[in-house]
Nanobody, 122 residues
Framework: QVQLVESGGGLVQAGGSLRLSCGAS????????MGWYRQAPGKQRELVAT???????NYADSVKGRFAITRGNAKNTVYLQMNSLKPEDTAVYYC????????????????WGKGTLVTVSP
């Protein structure tokens, strides 16, 4: 019913910047929250940043002061501006959304994108 598509990943040197984008489409009634998670080899998927429909944000301690999450004006898009990147930021980054669909009604449905790879070289 809903698809999330990420873009913006790539290879960057330490200290550089990248901006990730995620767009949601499909049978969407409203998006209550969107966020970014990441997973590195041998590690569990971890929260990077989230933002609610009201604009409240939450960041992992490891990215505070370096990353910024924002919602697009159309409300179906989320961005992650990543500055001062470190090699330990290397991971597959996944877009996540809590969505009320037009089919299921007012219940949170958890959707995930397929991920975009971010590689930070020393």
């Amino acid at each position: 019913q809903v698809q999330l598509v990420e873009s913006g990943g790539g290879l960057v040197q330490a200290g550089g910047s990248l901006r990730l984008s995620c767009g949601a489409s499909g049978s969407i009634f409203r998006i209550n929250a969107m966020g970014w998670y990441r997973q590195a080899p041998g590690k569990q998927r971890e929260l990077v940043a989230t933002i609610t429909s009201g604009g409240n944000t939450n960041y992992a301690d490891s990215v505070k002061g370096r990353f910024a999450i924002t919602r697009g004006n159309a409300k179906n898009t989320v961005y992650l501006q990543m500055n001062s990147l470190k090699p330990e930021d290397t991971a597959v980054y996944y877009c996540n959304a809590h969505i009320w669909t037009t089919v299921a009604g007012p219940q949170d449905m958890d959707y995930w994108g397929k991920g975009t790879l971010v590689t930070v070289s020393p």
